[in-house]
């Protein structure tokens, strides 16, 4: 377990498909604390995220069910994911509770919509910290170096390219991937600069 900061930690999982890691995150907050997309877990990690409690699980899209159901079953959080992914997530064992909507304010973090890879696809944004969290809208293939996904598992290219480019209408300067290295410093430069290479 890799601390962000001292109330954001993030364990990783490589890829050896993709040659690089997917990566879960946990919050910290009083509410109740929420893990995000959450990759397998070592026993370690799992005992780890079990002796501090999770509240809720949050799923940036229908893929990143991941061990979601796992850390459901140890701990006893609820699962949410926006309704445009649930049937498919759904479809793939995933154990949901809950609907996510664009909008949505979970402790620190509201949910935006990030549609095109998934109709139902959000990142989460934590506008104090000036702290973006992403799943399959955006990857970290280097880094400090940010791409798209092959287009042939996007729904609907173009409409992704909107939604990341409308990301640059946010404040932040962390960028944290579900997929890859993430950028803990100038991420809005570094979004800024994948996004200049999108067809006009």
């Known amino acids: 377990m890799q601390t962000i900061s001292g109330d954001i930690l993030m364990w990783s999982w490589f890829s050896q498909p993709h040659g690089y890691n997917f990566n879960g995150f946990l919050i910290a907050d009083r509410s109740g604390d929420i893990c995000i997309d959450p990759v397998e877990p070592s026993e370690e990690v799992l005992d780890e995220l079990a002796q501090r409690g999770v509240s809720r699980i949050l799923l940036t899209n229908r ?9 459901r079953e140890r701990t006893g959080a609820r699962t949410a994911i926006h309704p445009d992914d649930a049937a498919y997530a759904r479809g793939h064992g995933a154990e949901l ?94 979004l800024a600069e994948l996004v200049d290479t999108f067809p006009r």
């Open 97 to 190: 509770d809950d609907d996510l909507q664009a909008g949505d304010k979970i402790g620190p973090l509201v949910a935006v919509g990030v549609p095109g890879k998934s109709p139902g696809e959000v990142a989460f944004y934590w506008p104090e910290r000036k702290l973006l969290i992403v799943g399959d809208a955006v990857v970290g293939i280097l880094p400090g170096r940010l791409s798209l996904l092959r287009e042939k598992v996007m729904d609907d290219p173009a409409r992704l390219r909107e939604s990341v480019r409308q990301l640059l209408e946010l404040e932040f300067d962390t960028l944290l991937v579900g997929d890859g290295a993430c950028v803990l410093g100038s991420a809005k430069e570094r």
């Open 63 to 71: 893929n990143h069910v991941r061990s979601a159901n796992l850390i």
